[in-house]
């Protein structure tokens, strides 16, 4: 939790679907749902968030590209609770 009382946790997160993508051969699409619980303000908010994910993998097994998928969404999520917990500059004076 950082100090202004805010914070952001990822609770958890399941490949929703993918597949293989249209028209470029060797990567793979798909959705990953992440499950965050969010306290900001005294509030307390519980969510899900939709990510599209893709993956050049090639011929992979399965576990494989779910988990390239999960990589993407960790990712995406790494540069989110970046940004909600960034301060903002204050200006110069």
Not at 58 to 85: D, F
């Amino acid at each position: 939790m950082s100090s202004d009382g805010a914070s952001f946790e990822v609770k958890g997160c399941e490949v929703r679907y993918y597949g293989p993508h249209k028209t470029i051969p060797g990567r793979f699409t798909g959705v990953v749902r992440v499950m965050v619980e969010e306290h900001f303000m005294g509030n307390a908010t519980h969510y899900h968030l939709d990510l599209k994910v893709k993956a050049d993998t090639g011929p992979v097994s399965t576990a494989e590209m779910r988990t390239a998928l999960l990589a993407h969404a960790a990712h995406q999520l790494n540069r989110l609770k970046a940004r909600h917990s960034e301060k903002l500059p204050a200006a110069a004076e």
